[in-house]
Every structure is written in C-alpha cells, then in structure tokens.
C-alpha cells in the first residue's frame, strides 16, 4: 500500500493561504464497499480512507511515513504562474483578453 505525500493547491474560492502551507499523508482510498444486509445502507470496514494527517514540512511527513515502515509516493507542489500586470493595462487600446 502506497501512501500519497503531497501539499495541497490553494481553493479557487479562496484567497488565503492557510490550507496550502501544510504537508498532507494521505492513505489510498480503495472501493471495498458492501451493503448492509439489515438497512441496506453502504458500508466498509476500511476506515484509513477517510484519515488525511497534516504536518508542516515534507520531513515531518516522511520521517512518519518511514517509521511507519508504509511505502510513498511525493507528489511535487505545482508552481503558481504570476503574471505582471499593472492596472493601466486594463485600459491599454490593443487588449487582448
């Protein structure tokens, strides 16, 4: 089993920073779902699909992945592209949208 370490992207809804600076381990989710013979609801008996642990740096998170003797995959951080603007380019005659 190979657990995900990654560090996830900013939300589009959002401007803040705060859910993005942390590092998350994350178990593979695997569909091993059946119904519950009494209510016919859905259930599982694999719960570590629904753990997601945070730490603040990618050592942190590795050093807990390797004590734990799992096997991991780091998924690198996908770079925001800026670009430079000012706001009188908005007005410029030439635009291009």
């Known amino acids: 089993m190979k657990v995900k370490i990654y560090k996830p992207s900013q939300t589009v809804t959002q401007s803040g920073f705060r859910n993005s600076q942390c590092w998350v381990v994350e178990y593979p989710k695997q569909n091993d779902l059946g119904f519950d013979p009494l209510m016919g609801w859905r259930k599982s008996n694999n719960t570590q699909k629904q753990i997601q642990l945070k730490f603040d740096n990618i050592d942190q998170a590795i050093d807990y992945v390797k004590k734990n003797k799992l096997d991991y995959i ?7 592209k800026l670009k430079i603007k000012s706001y009188s380019s908005n007005f410029k005659y030439n635009r291009i949208d």
């Open 74 to 80: 780091i998924i690198p951080p996908k770079e925001k």
